[in-house]
């Protein structure tokens, strides 16, 4: 690897630079502690900040990461910062990139099956927090010394709450050959939808060899990914055959789901669900009952006044362990008119309406856990909250487990609707901070 020399918050040593972007280098470091080797990505503040693109990148880049720790994802293990510089320090994959292997030739199906496999089980992990890819195909998919792959570049990637008013993302982008036609045709497109047709023909290039949608004129080959002309190869097995072809299906809403690849034959052969990183809390005791009279619960909330709500919500590269919360909190929290109690109360009635078991917990907070098993667990929602002023009460819901979706689901058709008649107004509203500011 060479003499290495810089050594950079007196915590790693840099290495040679593995690769460079339009605004950040990558380098191999070596931490000093363990002799790990990791990637570090270095940006410079200035050209960030004067640039409103490449800022919107980075934030997304680091929001999603921090939400997907999976096996067969890329690990951002921490972020430091300097006055000048930020620094994401990376998991250090050794195999290189997919797209190399393939330039050697097609795969065999076996092999074939055990990336699609892993690919599979990471975007399934992703969708179930709420994150979009976006640009899936083997340049960005790397392979570890033990031949595992590993999902990176979350530049491009999208939160579920991104989503336009229609529940469709309308930013097309990713690599041509594997959008989906949906994306092409501009009229909105689901996006664990798109990221399905991408996999779809990365599973084809496995197997193949080369892309299924190939032309030397970029508008004809768009028009064979919308029209989803494309012919499977003879060797393909007759299993492989039916997978692809129900990949590869133009129209969305007919094409295959994840949880159907999950039980296709084939798919399964040999598979083994991969654990995530996530530490999901445990839930035996989260149900501690706390009388109104007990001195443990609190009898009227925190105090904050609107200048203090405004910046803790703030956005800055100078707090990178709160970068997101505005995004994360977005239609999450909302100002009422009501007393703390008053609140309180009315949402833990809606969470009994709804079927959720609701505790009060010390400091002024609640507990929604559902009855049903969702696809990570039981959801179970936390509520917060702040008083402002005598009669304006500041309430914050946040995810303490289960799945990204069926929480949304949860915020978005069960308590925002039923909670209409108390709330002023929720973040994400022009007036929200506007009626803040004036208190």
Request: charged letters at 30%.
């Given at each position: 690897?060479?003499?290495?020399?810089?050594i950079?918050?007196?915590?790693?040593?840099?290495?040679?630079?593995?690769?460079?972007?339009?605004?950040?280098k990558?380098?191999?470091?070596?931490?000093?502690?363990?002799?790990?080797?990791?990637?570090?990505?270095?940006?410079?503040?200035d050209?960030?900040?004067?640039?409103?693109?490449?800022?919107?990148?980075i934030?997304?880049?680091?929001?999603?990461?921090?939400?997907?720790?999976?096996?067969?994802?890329?690990?951002l293990?921490?972020?430091m910062?300097?006055?000048?510089?930020?620094?994401?320090?990376?998991?250090?994959?050794?195999?290189?990139?997919?797209?190399?292997?393939?330039?050697r030739?097609r795969?065999?199906e076996?092999?074939a099956?055990?990336?699609?496999?892993?690919?599979?089980?990471?975007?399934?992990?992703?969708?179930?927090?709420?994150?979009?890819?976006?640009?899936?195909?083997?340049?960005?998919?790397?392979?570890d010394e033990?031949?595992?792959?590993k999902?990176?570049?979350f530049?491009?990637?999208?939160?579920?709450?991104?989503?336009?008013?229609?529940?469709?993302?309308?930013?097309?982008?990713?690599?041509?050959?594997?959008?989906?036609?949906?994306?092409?045709?501009?009229?909105?497109?689901?996006?664990a939808?798109?990221?399905?047709?991408?996999?779809?023909?990365?599973?084809?290039?496995?197997?193949?060899?080369?892309?299924p949608?190939?032309?030397?004129?970029?508008?004809?080959?768009?028009?064979?990914?919308?029209?989803?002309?494309?012919e499977i190869?003879?060797?393909?097995?007759?299993?492989?055959?039916?997978?692809?072809?129900?990949?590869?299906?133009?129209?969305?809403?007919?094409?295959?789901?994840?949880?159907g690849?999950?039980?296709?034959t084939?798919?399964?052969k040999?598979?083994?669900?991969?654990?995530?990183?996530?530490?999901?809390?445990?839930?035996?005791?989260?149900?501690?009952?706390?009388?109104?009279?007990?001195?443990?619960f609190?009898?009227?909330?925190?105090?904050?006044?609107?200048?203090q709500?405004?910046?803790?919500?703030?956005?800055?590269?100078?707090g990178?362990?709160?970068?997101?919360?505005?995004?994360?909190?977005?239609?999450?929290?909302?100002?009422?008119?009501?007393?703390?109690?008053?609140?309180?109360?009315?949402?833990?009635?809606?969470?009994?309406?709804?079927?959720?078991?609701?505790?009060?917990?010390?400091?002024?907070?609640?507990?929604?856990?559902?009855?049903?098993?969702?696809?990570?667990?039981?959801?179970?929602?936390?509520?917060?909250?702040?008083?402002?002023a005598?009669?304006v009460?500041?309430?914050?819901?946040?995810?303490?487990?289960g799945?990204?979706?069926?929480?949304?689901?949860?915020?978005?058709?069960?308590?925002?609707?039923?909670?209409?008649?108390?709330?002023?107004?929720?973040?994400?509203?022009?007036?929200?901070?506007?009626?803040?500011?004036?208190?």
């Amino acid at each position: 690897m060479g003499e290495m020399k810089k050594i950079l918050l007196e915590k790693y040593e840099l290495g040679k630079v593995l690769g460079k972007g339009a605004f950040a280098k990558v380098y191999l470091a070596r931490h000093l502690a363990t002799n790990e080797f990791v990637a570090i990505k270095v940006i410079k503040k200035d050209e960030v900040i004067t640039n409103q693109k490449m800022m919107e990148q980075i934030k997304r880049e680091i929001a999603v990461m921090r939400l997907v720790r999976h096996p067969n994802i890329v690990d951002l293990k921490e972020i430091m910062a300097t006055k000048t510089k930020i620094f994401l320090v990376m998991e250090y994959v050794r195999g290189g990139a997919l797209f190399d292997k393939l330039a050697r030739g097609r795969l065999s199906e076996g092999a074939a099956r055990r990336y699609f496999q892993q690919l599979v089980s990471a975007v399934d992990f992703c969708h179930s927090r709420g994150v979009i890819h976006r640009d899936l195909k083997p340049e960005n998919l790397l392979v570890d010394e033990n031949g595992d792959l590993k999902i990176s570049d979350f530049g491009l990637s999208a939160l579920y709450e991104h989503q336009c008013k229609d529940g469709l993302f309308h930013t097309q982008c990713g690599t041509p050959a594997y959008i989906a036609p949906e994306v092409l045709r501009q009229k909105g497109y689901e996006g664990a939808k798109a990221d399905i047709w991408s996999c779809g023909v990365i599973l084809f290039v496995l197997l193949a060899g080369y892309l299924p949608f190939q032309d030397s004129n970029l508008s004809a080959m768009c028009r064979k990914i919308v029209r989803g002309e494309y012919e499977i190869p003879q060797w393909f097995s007759a299993e492989s055959k039916r997978l692809v072809s129900r990949l590869l299906i133009p129209n969305p809403s007919k094409r295959i789901s994840i949880p159907g690849i999950m039980r296709v034959t084939w798919f399964k052969k040999g598979f083994k669900r991969a654990t995530s990183f996530s530490n999901m809390q445990e839930e035996e005791s989260i149900f501690e009952e706390f009388d109104e009279e007990d001195e443990k619960f609190k009898k009227s909330p925190a105090l904050l006044n609107a200048f203090q709500i405004i910046s803790s919500m703030s956005i800055g590269f100078d707090g990178l362990s709160s970068m997101f919360e505005d995004q994360k909190k977005a239609g999450s929290t909302f100002t009422s008119r009501c007393s703390a109690k008053v609140t309180l109360g009315k949402i833990e009635m809606v969470g009994k309406k709804i079927g959720y078991k609701v505790a009060r917990l010390k400091d002024f907070k609640l507990r929604l856990v559902g009855s049903t098993e969702g696809r990570k667990g039981r959801l179970s929602v936390t509520a917060e909250f702040f008083k402002v002023a005598p009669e304006v009460t500041v309430v914050e819901f946040s995810k303490s487990s289960g799945d990204t979706l069926e929480y949304i689901k949860f915020r978005e058709e069960d308590i925002r609707p039923a909670l209409k008649d108390i709330v002023w107004t929720w973040k994400g509203d022009s007036e929200f901070h506007q009626e803040l500011s004036k208190l």
